[in-house]
């Protein structure tokens, strides 16, 4: 049973777009939202990550927005570049030992 | 450098073997984590050390068995190897810094299973 879902799947935006993935979860006693970058080969790599008692979060180009009533967040990638080209996950969990659940990745493609 | 390392990066193997996969990170966190990644890249927490001790036991065949020599080291042991077992096995290690649980993960490494 899948408990994060993530959407959509793959995305394709222009250089300079904005690129926006959703997720939801079920879980109410999730307090630890992690966003994970991987790039093709690689391990995937935290980006940012929000708790819910904030509404949003932005760390340079890169803005978590979440809703605890409607228990969704997304990541919104402002200006997106041909780097930004990746598999977004996210994840959610409560923080005690790190155990998350992954949504299922949505592969980012910006065209130049 | 300082990082999560994994050998082999690539296996392959036949049916029915034994293999190990070992991790090694030397960042001093305290807690260690093995991920399996499918095909479809869905990403799944499969055991979780903490300082030696198991906290995190996924429902994971009891042919993978987990193995903490010391804070540093997490290994994993697969025995009787099955085609669905293939897959790309992550290791990770964990820190909290600024109140967020900041995990690190290895390369992995891709278990193919002929």
């Known amino acids: 049973q899948q408990q994060v879902k993530q959407s959509p799947q793959s995305l394709i935006v222009q250089k300079g777009g904005i690129s926006i993935i959703n997720c939801a979860y079920e879980n109410t006693a999730f307090d630890y939202f992690p966003w994970y970058q991987q790039f093709p080969g690689k391990g995937p790599a935290l980006l940012i990550a929000?708790?819910?008692?904030?509404s949003e979060k932005k760390e340079g180009r890169f803005t978590i927005s979440f809703n605890k009533s409607a228990k969704q967040f997304s990541l919104h990638i402002m200006d997106s570049q041909p780097g930004d080209s990746a598999t977004y996950f996210c994840?959610?969990?409560?923080?005690?030992?790190?155990?998350?659940?992954f949504g299922a990745g949505t592969q980012v493609v910006v065209t130049p | 450098d300082t990082a999560v390392s994994q050998t082999p990066k690539y296996l392959v193997t036949q049916m029915g073997n034994d293999k190990s996969i070992k991790c090694e990170q030397n960042l001093g966190h305290d807690t260690m984590y093995w991920y399996k990644q499918d095909s479809k890249k869905f990403l799944k927490i499969m055991f979780s050390y903490n300082n030696k001790e198991l906290i995190i036991n996924e429902t994971v065949p009891n042919r993978f068995s987990p193995k903490s020599p010391d804070k540093a080291h997490l290994n994993l042991h697969i025995n009787s190897l099955e085609l669905g077992d293939s897959a790309v096995y992550f290791c990770?290690?964990?820190?909290?810094?600024?109140?967020?649980?900041?995990?690190?993960f290895g390369p992995g490494t891709r278990l193919t299973v002929l």
């Open positions: 990770a290690s964990s820190q909290v810094r600024e109140g967020y649980n900041e995990q690190f």
């Open positions: 929000i708790r819910p008692d904030v």
């Open positions: 994840a959610a969990g409560t923080d005690s030992w790190g155990k998350f659940q």
